[in-house]
Nanobody, 118 residues
Framework: QVQLVESGGGLVQPGGSLRLSCAASGVTFDEYTMAWYRQVPGKERELVATITATGGSTTYADSVKGRFTISRDNAKKTVYLDMNSLKPEDTAVYYC???????????WGQGTQVTVSS
């Protein structure tokens, strides 16, 4: 069974930085495009960033362009999200998943909470 475990979240002041990590198991990690999503209670899950299987191409939501960077280490089966210049509106639970697999096959984990507040 696919398992994706997010970590690295926490409380940070506006303008601060965090690095999120997603460790994968039970999947041929280097064959999949990976993505970070975020969700606020009562709102739909939002796609934040994607990275192709070999790390050759990335995409970002307009709201995070220039501030967030997605990367991956296939040897470690880990995908990262480096977040800089954080804003209160970045507050959410962040999840990693495979954006190109069927929705019913996605295995959402616990996510990691990011709170940006002064």
């Amino acid at each position: 069974q696919v398992q994706l475990v997010e970590s690295g979240g926490g409380l940070v002041q506006p303008g601060g930085s965090l690095r999120l990590s997603c460790a994968a198991s039970g999947v041929t990690f280097d064959e999949y495009t990976m993505a970070w999503y975020r969700q606020v209670p009562g709102k739909e899950r939002e796609l934040v960033a994607t990275i192709t299987a070999t790390g050759g191409s990335t995409t970002y939501a307009d709201s995070v362009k220039g501030r967030f960077t997605i990367s991956r280490d296939n040897a470690k089966k880990t995908v990262y999200l480096d977040m800089n210049s954080l804003k209160p509106e970045d507050t959410a639970v962040y999840y990693c998943e495979r954006p190109l697999v069927w929705s019913h096959l996605k295995m959402w984990g616990q996510g990691t909470q990011v709170t940006v507040s002064s």
